[in-house]
């Protein structure tokens, strides 16, 4: 397995840190990872390096605004969610279709990066999709020791910390991590209504996910803090035309103590359960 540094130019002409993890000999496919909010692409280097030592060539990048892709401060710094979709994700996307070379691709979604798939233009050209750990994250519908939290975040802390920093200082916080202003803002919109980003953006965003008719595989998991079954099940529901096959996992069911949102890509825990997501790529031929 070898790992290049690379930089992706989007739309709008913005710089975005990547990197591309290949096999040494002959490849099935291409993936493209698409993180959770505020996450690097460094928290997924393990998976990214396991699926490539299986064959598989798989890209990982940071979205502007996030690890090696953000400038030296936020303050000012004009980012949204859907703009992360149309332009940072459509860049990876359009990348790892050319490492592809018209085998299969496709995208793996952690939490957000399952969220915006449908909203990424040019998806219609994976060959499957996965979601990991994604739902819509309304407030009252949280895993319950988050509930009370989350009404704090998104009421009080996360308006206050945008109007007293120009944006959201999470690292300072302890929450999430530091994220742009419109990124916070827009994200905060989704998670008081209880159809998230479709019940706030309304019908082109609904239909960007009924038009979505790949094969995708979700999986989630019961100890997850963030994701209760009824986000992941209202999340899925939008993507009516797809093939859906829905997992959820408790850890028991691969004798560990705890997954919970971030724990499918930690390296501690991946020889039980990468191997899911790996035999499913697989079997799309």
Known sequence: MTKATIELVTGDGYRLAANVHEPRGAHRGAVVVVPAMAVEQDFYSPFASWLAEH?????????????????????????DILLWARLDCAAALAC???????????????????QILAMTPGVESVSGAVTVASGVGYWRENAYPLRRYSWWLWHVIAPLANALFGYFPGKR????????????????????NPEYAVGVEGEPVRESYRRLDSPLLSLSFSDDEYMSERNVTVLHAFYE?????????????????????????????????????????NGLG
């Open 241 to 281: 035309r797809a093939e859906r096959d829905m997992r959820r996992y408790s850890p028991a069911d691969f004798g560990l103590a705890r997954i919970g949102h971030f724990g499918f890509f930690r390296e501690a825990t991946g020889d039980k359960l990468w191997p899911v997501v790996l035999n499913w790529m």
């Open 173 to 192: 916080l302890r929450m999430v991590g530091d994220l742009p202003r419109g990124v916070m803002e827009q994200w905060s919109r989704w998670c008081r």
């Open 55 to 79: 064959g598989w060539k798989v890209l990982t990048f940071d979205l502007r605004g996030i690890g090696a892709s953000a400038p030296r401060t936020l303050r000012g710094f004009e980012a």
């Open 96 to 114: 790892a279709r050319s490492l592809a070379y018209g085998r299969p691709l496709i995208w793996i979604g952690h939490s957000l990066g399952g």
